[in-house]
């Protein structure tokens, strides 16, 4: 569903990515709306799907998450059933952050979080390889992070 944006709905998007705890006084503040104007026009965005949801983004390695490893994933079937298999099992596997269906040289790109060594082994042999289907896993660890954003370029 494709929805009319004004300047305001694209405002009000902008600075809730940018600030999910901003309160709605302050979000009508800065668009010059009343807050019960805001309130409706934030509703009605989140309705329309634009607001997925509002989340805290957590610091993965001082909770004890020092890996972050990139995974290729090639599947021996490019089928519909084998792929539909693959992204139904990696809904239910906490370790996989996020999970992107790709054209190249592989089929699926993982992003992974796991503690250690010893549990990226131990996730790879007892979750990812138990998922029927996968022909080829290719690993890269992150050394580092360089820009990671999940602000959308709206203005």
């Known amino acids: 569903m494709k929805a009319h944006l004004d300047d305001v709905d694209i405002q009000l998007l902008d600075l809730l990515q940018r600030q999910g705890r901003i309160t709605n006084a302050d979000l009508a503040k800065a668009v010059e709306l009343s807050p019960p104007s805001v309130l ?6 989140e309705k329309l ?3 997925k949801g509002y989340h805290a983004i ?3 390695e001082r909770l004890g998450y020092r890996i ?3 995974v290729q994933i090639s599947l021996s079937l490019h089928q519909e059933q084998p792929i539909e298999r693959f992204r139904k099992a990696v809904q239910t596997i906490p370790e996989i952050m996020e999970c992107y269906h790709v054209s190249g040289d592989y ?4 992003k992974v979080i796991v503690r250690d060594m ?3 082994e131990t996730f790879v042999r007892e979750k990812l390889s138990k998922i029927k289907g ?3 896993i290719r690993t890269s660890l992150v050394f580092g992070t360089n820009k990671h ?7």
Not at 40 to 45: E, F, P, S
Not at 107 to 110: A, G, S, W
Not at 149 to 155: A, C, D, T
């Open 40 to 45: 409706q026009r934030v509703r009605a965005l």
């Open 49 to 51: 799907g634009l607001i």
């Open 58 to 60: 957590l610091d993965a």
């Open 68 to 70: 972050t490893a990139l």
């Open 107 to 110: 089929d699926f790109l993982l």
């Open 118 to 120: 010893r549990s990226y």
């Open 134 to 136: 996968i022909s080829q």
């Open 149 to 155: 954003s999940s602000i959308i370029p709206l203005v």
